[in-house]
């Protein structure tokens, strides 16, 4: 039997035949790009708020990373035993600023400035075995 | 405007009191700083009180309401201000404009925290629609993950090295050793330091501050009370609060545009120009700066952010020594956040006693010499930020 996959939390991303996308808006006046999705625009300088849905990624480039070396506290998820994992700030091509975690299995192989995809990948388990879905950055 | 003085000041000793609750930290702090103005409770016309999400304020922020009523319930106004780790700067701002506008003398300012064991979760909301909600199930990033990601990407800009980063919490804990209110009034090696367990890579334990109980008051008053009461005071020259610009790079929340320029933390950088710009003062007048140290990049990254020092520059000061009491530029005298631990409501209150007794000259062996202008700055979830310029 497959995995069920599920999304940690509905409505932020989506995979289709072109790979993995965030979903959020962008605003037709002043391009300001917003994930999750917003119903206004927040740029005080704009003149108009328009918002049209969007999709962001799938390239970018590392603008900072860490590691996040102990067990996070709540609401994070992540599965026992508890393994330290890379967490990343990513410009994407397309004028988004996000934060993500690091789809890699040694998070010292990660560097500030490399190119990197946005992927979609388990962020933990459920007890029933479901995986639970998050976006995440992977070099490329 | 009037001119507003801070008459007296005190505080309870920052640590772990697991027998004290944080009405009796507050009632060490509010006693002491009552005592140092000459002021009687019965005097204070009006309390301004950081609001705590950690402990007392039944639950509801009310953290004034329980000094009051334990003071001595008096019917005297009460202001509860809530801005995250920058809520007692904001009690500041809301006693000073009080006072200076007219509205009462005599105002009490005072925070107090007893926080949880170990590090704390960001927000208080478990909804979908919550930013921060949303980061730490989504991803995982809390409080150090993300100065972590904040120093890493200036490591990679200016070359900071892991020893330079340990040395910052050397300095903190060299001059703390001098400060009877500290927590941890011991040296600590680099040696020391680069061997504490790694928090979050590139920072470790010993580079970021832990959480405290502590509280700390302050009696404002205008310009002819003080002078009525023939005290020492030390003059607010300015206190401001702003929160972050729209255009601020910091990644907040999921996501954000990616800046045009590198604006970071833009809420504590117009706190300190607005407060500044009310001092008549440019960033080279500060004698020294009391500045929110949650981690030891942020030591590094806020003299440069305020122009108090070049790009890249803050490095070099602080291995010349240049950042210590008796330097060029004296950050943190008190031992900051690092050696204090965060007590987080009670932090601009903190400072402003810190910056009263530096500008008294009564600061002993961590004593700024001739210091007559200094700085004090917070900032707190929700793009909060606080500035306060004292002089004497
Ligand atoms: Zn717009």
Redesign the interface.
């Known amino acids: 039997m497959a995995t069920k996959r599920v999304p ?3 409505g ?1 991303f989506s995979e289709g035949a072109d790979g993995a996308r ?1 979903t ?1 808006s962008r605003c037709a006046t002043c391009k ?5 999705r917003s119903d206004l625009c ?4 704009c003149t108009q708020s328009a918002m049209e849905d969007a999709r962001f990624g799938p390239q970018g480039t590392l ?8 067990p ?7 599965d026992e035993p508890y393994r330290p ?1 890379a ?3 990513v ?2 091509a397309d ?7 690091m789809a890699v299995d040694d ?1 010292k192989h990660v560097k ?2 490399a190119r990197v995809e946005l992927v979609l990948e388990p ?1 933990c388990r459920e007890e029933d075995g479901t995986e639970l879905i ?2 995440m950055f992977r070099p490329v | 405007m009037r001119d507003v003085a801070v008459l007296g000041v005190g505080m309870h000793r920052f640590g772990k009191f697991p027998d004290k609750s944080v009405t009796e930290l507050c009632r060490d702090a509010v006693v002491a700083a009552l005592a140092d103005a000459g002021v009687q409770w019965r005097e204070i016309e009006a309390v301004a009180a950081a609001s705590s999400r950690f402990s007392g304020g039944k639950g509801w922020g009310l953290n004034g309401n329980d000094v009051v009523e334990d003071m001595g319930s008096t019917g005297i106004p009460v202001y509860n201000m809530s801005a995250g780790c920058a809520a007692g700067g904001n009690a500041f701002n809301i006693g000073y404009a009080l006072v200076a506008g007219g509205i009462y003398d005599v105002v009490l300012v005072v925070g107090g925290e007893k926080m949880p064991k ?4 960001t927000s208080g909301v ?1 909804e ?1 629609t919550d930013p921060e ?10 409080g150090p ?1 993300f100065w ?6 200036r490591m ?1 800009e200016f070359g900071t090295t892991e020893e330079q980063l340990a040395k910052v919490a050397v300095k903190a804990h060299q001059v703390a050793v001098h400060n009877e209110y500290a927590r941890f009034r011991k040296e600590f090696t680099l040696e020391e330091v680069l061997g504490s ?7 470790r334990l010993y580079e970021i501050c832990p959480v405290s109980d502590g509280a700390a008051a302050a009696v404002i008053c205008s310009a002819e009370k003080a002078r009525q009461l023939a005290s020492r005071p030390v003059w607010v020259a300015g206190s401001a609060v702003a929160t972050a610009r ?1 255009d601020d ?1 910091l ?1 907040r929340g ?6 045009p320029g590198k604006s970071y933390h833009s809420e504590a950088a117009l706190a300190v120009s607005k407060a500044l710009e009310q001092a008549g003062a440019a960033p080279e007048d500060l004698d020294f700066v009391e500045l929110q140290d949650n981690t030891v990049y942020y030591e590094l990254a806020f003299p440069e952010d305020w122009g108090l020092c070049k790009p890249g520059e803050a490095e070099h000061l602080l291995e010349r020594g240049e950042t210590l009491p008796t330097g060029k530029l004296p950050i943190n005298p008190s031992g900051g956040f690092l050696s204090f631990g965060e007590a987080t409501t009670a932090m601009g209150v903190f400072q402003v006693c810190e910056l009263t007794w530096q500008l008294r000259g009564e600061a002993g062996a961590r004593q700024v010499p001739g210091a007559k202008l200094g700085l004090g700055q917070t900032l707190g979830l929700g793009g909060n930020g606080t500035a306060v310029v004292l002089k004497r």
């Open positions: 940690v939390v509905e932020l965030l959020g300001t790009p917003y994930f999750p927040h740029n005080p300088d603008w900072s990373c860490a590691v996040q070396n102990y996070p506290p709540p609401p994070a998820r992540y994992y967490l990343g700030v410009d994407l004028g988004l600023r996000v934060v993500g975690r998070p500030v400035g962020l998050t976006w | 170990g590090f704390i979760q478990e979908e909600f949303l980061r730490q199930r989504c991803v995982g990033m809390p993950a972590a990601l904040l120093c890493r990407q990679e367990a790694l928090v979050s890579d590139p920072l729209f790079g990644p999921l996501a954000g545009m990616v800046p």
